[in-house]
């Protein structure tokens, strides 16, 4: 079945939206670099429509005040984290899968410094984000949540909560990159070993 032509209105309004996307990405990608190399303080409607090329008018209408920025910050960086994670290679196996989804993951902590340090270091004093916020943001995670519970159906893990390993495998993870990106681990050998031992704690021993 051939979906009906856009015609005049529907192709205007698709250009039209298209065109608020791109924006809005720009302005956030604006301000996230602004928080990296100038920090918080940095983070006025003013400055970022200065570097943004725009009016703090625009900016207020789409994000309403600093705090719906910090928000859209936030959750800008869980969805691209989540992009990453749904980016690896699809393995039959699904222990290998998750496996994979290991280095992935710390891969994508480290290539977007911005969004970490906000999503995870209080990185804007004050902010809080919102109850729906927080859902939304382990939500983006939920593909860890499948690849466990494909483990677990394959006889791999023991039966549990498959949010309970993920969980518990997010905390690990969090732990290591964080003491990484401190400098205090040089490479990924701690982060590894935390991670296998997480999953080595649920594995089914096979008699």
């Not at 290998?96 to 994508?108: I, M, Q, S, V």
């Not at 729906?132 to 943001?137: E, P, Q």
């Given at each position: 079945?051939?979906?009906a032509?856009?015609?005049?209105?529907?192709a205007?309004?698709?250009?039209?939206?298209?065109?608020?996307?791109?924006?809005?990405s720009?302005?956030?990608?604006?301000?996230?670099?602004?928080?990296?190399?100038?920090?918080?303080?940095?983070?006025?409607m003013?400055?970022?429509?200065?570097?943004?090329?725009?009016?703090?008018?625009?900016?207020?209408?789409?994000?309403?005040?600093?705090?719906?920025?910090?928000e859209?910050?936030?959750?800008?960086?869980?969805?691209?984290?989540?992009?990453?994670?749904?980016?690896?290679?699809?393995?039959?196996?699904?222990l290998?899968?998750?496996?994979?989804?290991?280095?992935?993951?710390?891969?994508?902590c480290l290539?977007?410094?911005?969004?970490?340090s906000l999503?995870?270091?209080?990185?804007?004093?004050?902010f809080?984000?919102s109850e729906?916020?927080?859902?939304?943001?382990r939500?983006a995670?939920?593909?860890?949540?499948r690849?466990?519970?494909?483990?677990?159906?394959?006889?791999?893990?023991?039966?549990t909560?498959?949010?309970?390993?993920?969980?518990?495998?997010?905390?690990?993870?969090?732990?290591?990159?964080?003491?990484?990106?401190?400098?205090?681990?040089?490479?990924?050998?701690?982060?590894?070993?935390?991670?296998?031992?997480?999953?080595?704690?649920?594995?089914?021993?096979?008699?």
């Open positions: 079945m051939t979906s032509p856009l015609g005049l209105q529907g205007y309004l698709l250009g039209e939206r298209a065109g608020h996307d791109e924006l809005r720009h302005l956030l990608d604006v301000a996230v670099n602004l928080l990296e190399t100038d920090g918080p303080e940095s983070l006025t003013r400055r970022i429509a200065a570097e943004a090329g725009c009016t703090t008018t625009v900016i207020y209408t789409m994000f309403g005040n600093r705090e719906g920025l910090a859209a910050l936030y959750l800008e960086g869980f969805e691209r984290f989540r992009r990453f994670l749904e980016s690896v290679p699809q393995r039959r196996d699904p290998e899968h998750l496996f994979a989804l290991g280095p992935a993951y710390r891969e994508a290539a977007e410094p911005g969004y970490y999503m995870f270091e209080r990185a804007i004093p004050g809080e984000p729906r916020a927080r859902t939304l943001a939500a995670l939920n593909i860890l949540d690849v466990i519970a494909d483990c677990i159906s394959a006889g791999y893990l023991a039966p909560q498959p949010r309970k390993v993920a969980d518990a495998l997010w905390a690990a993870a969090q732990g290591a990159i964080s003491l990484e990106r401190a400098g205090h681990l040089r490479d990924d050998r701690t982060y590894e070993a935390v991670t296998t031992a997480v999953i080595g704690c649920y594995r089914v021993r096979k008699k």
